[in-house]
């Protein structure tokens, strides 16, 4: 039986093979660790494609804050709770943890630790809108996404359990009010879903 897991290293390691000459310099944010199930398989992927591993996670390892802006969202402060506690698994040679509230913890300290580098790939896994409006707005404000940067949405498909339009919830209503504010353009170069009923994953290319 396919399993979530299957889905996901197959789509993931397609995205790295096509991409791998422009990802191979580049640094590679997290935004949503909590297990570390899916930084542990990034870190694999990137081993047997032979990229440099330059991995940052930023996460409060203590559940999603509450969702104050979004009306639609079903998600619920304190989910995915961690006991604040990281996964020792995840201590490994080029990966690094920002641990913090993204409203506290994403600030010039945590860009110094990019050094000179861009950003090629941002997995943004933290489910609601607030947090991937913050932290798109972190990204920009500091300009440190490389041109041609993945942004790989993980919760794309909120829409389809809330039952309400795609663009009205989570990660996808924060992407869209991010290219009205600031004119950028992302253009959409990979999709796939996990669970028809609510799991969607979109990859959107920084132009």
Same mark, same amino acid.
């Given at each position: 039986?396919?399993?979530?897991?299957?889905? #996901?290293?197959?789509?993931?390691?397609?995205?790295?093979?096509?991409?791998?000459?422009?990802?191979?310099?580049?640094?590679?944010?997290?935004?949503?660790?909590?297990?570390?199930?899916?930084?542990?398989?990034?870190?694999?992927?990137?081993?047997?494609?032979?990229?440099?591993?330059?991995?940052?996670? !930023?996460?409060?390892?203590?559940?999603?804050?509450?969702?104050?802006?979004?009306?639609?969202?079903?998600?619920?402060?304190?989910? !995915?709770?961690?006991?604040?506690?990281?996964?020792?698994?995840? #201590?490994?040679? &080029?990966?690094?943890?920002?641990?913090?509230?993204?409203?506290?913890?994403?600030?010039?300290?945590?860009?110094?630790?990019? &050094?000179?580098?861009?950003?090629?790939?941002? #997995?943004?896994?933290?489910?609601?809108?607030?947090?991937?409006?913050?932290?798109?707005?972190?990204?920009?404000?500091?300009?440190?996404?490389?041109? &041609?940067?993945?942004?790989?949405?993980?919760?794309?498909?909120?829409?389809?359990?809330?039952?309400?339009?795609?663009?009205?919830?989570?990660?996808?209503?924060?992407?869209?009010?991010?290219?009205?504010?600031? &004119?950028?353009?992302?253009?959409?170069? #990979?999709?796939?879903?996990?669970?028809?009923?609510?799991?969607?994953?979109?990859?959107?290319?920084?132009?």
């Amino acid at each position: 039986m396919t399993t979530y897991d299957d889905i #996901h290293l197959l789509n993931r390691d397609l995205l790295l093979k096509d991409h791998a000459v422009f990802l191979g310099d580049k640094a590679f944010l997290e935004f949503g660790v909590y297990k570390g199930v899916s930084m542990k398989m990034w870190y694999s992927l990137y081993e047997k494609h032979k990229l440099a591993i330059d991995f940052i996670g !930023f996460d409060s390892f203590k559940g999603l804050p509450s969702e104050e802006i979004d009306k639609n969202s079903f998600w619920k402060s304190g989910d !995915f709770n961690a006991n604040g506690l990281i996964n020792p698994e995840l #201590h490994k040679d &080029g990966i690094r943890m920002v641990v913090g509230y993204y409203d506290q913890s994403l600030n010039e300290d945590a860009v110094k630790l990019l &050094g000179n580098k861009k950003v090629g790939l941002v #997995h943004m896994d933290c489910d609601t809108y607030s947090s991937t409006k913050t932290v798109w707005e972190w990204l920009l404000k500091y300009n440190i996404l490389a041109k &041609g940067a993945l942004i790989v949405y993980d919760d794309w498909g909120a829409y389809r359990e809330a039952k309400c339009d795609e663009y009205d919830i989570g990660e996808a209503k924060a992407h869209k009010e991010i290219e009205e504010k600031y &004119g950028i353009k992302l253009t959409l170069v #990979h999709q796939y879903i996990v669970d028809v009923l609510f799991y969607e994953v979109k990859v959107y290319q920084y132009d």
